[in-house]
């Protein structure tokens, strides 16, 4: 099963973002205000958000040009295995 295959996969994504948030946010509030700290979660989250999203992207591709490429492998084997009979043939003609 893939990573995105299960339904709760945002749902649960979201929870473990959210958990990951409120700890980031309770360390910060040992050196700034809570104010400051809530201001600064909200900063590197929405710097995060476009990077995490083009990560997604990423793994997306990349597993499609692994199906691809697993593709093009096993055509390149038949490929060879044709020209494995021919030349078998070809040999028994002479």
Do not use: C, W
């Not at 979201?14 to 980031?24: D, F, K, P, Q, R």
């Amino acid at each position: 099963m893939s990573e995105h295959s299960n339904i709760y996969y945002p749902y649960i994504r979201g929870i473990i973002n959210h958990m990951a948030s409120l700890e980031v946010k309770h360390k910060l509030e040992t050196v700034f205000s809570e104010r400051q700290a809530d201001t600064l979660v909200t900063v590197v989250e929405e710097a995060i958000h476009p990077v995490t999203s083009d990560l997604g992207d990423l793994k997306a591709i990349v597993r499609d040009l692994a199906v691809a490429q697993k593709a093009l492998a096993e055509a390149q084997q038949r490929t060879e295995q044709r020209i494995g009979a021919l030349d078998g043939g070809a040999d028994q003609r002479h």
